[in-house]
């Protein structure tokens, strides 16, 4: 379980929700998101990007669907 040490520990933790869990280390997490922006980019997916973008809890189905976490 998490113990939130400061405010802003707090808000990190619920800005990145599920994956920051899973994802302690925020640089980790910013390069594993970065890597799915890639790979959808690639794919020329650009619908599943821009949902990505806007939509954590689908961003993070996409994380896992793509073996990233």
């Not at 990145?16 to 998101?33: L, P, T």
């Not at 959808?40 to 996409?62: H, M, P, Q, S, T």
């Amino acid at each position: 379980m998490f113990e939130y040490n400061t405010n802003n520990d707090f808000e990190t933790g619920r800005k990145y929700g599920f994956s920051n869990r899973i994802i302690k280390d925020e640089k980790i997490y910013k390069h594993i998101v970065n890597k799915l922006y890639e790979i959808l980019l690639a794919e020329c997916n650009f619908d599943k990007l821009k949902k990505a973008v806007g939509d954590e809890e689908y961003r993070d189905i996409l994380l896992k669907e793509y073996h990233l976490i």
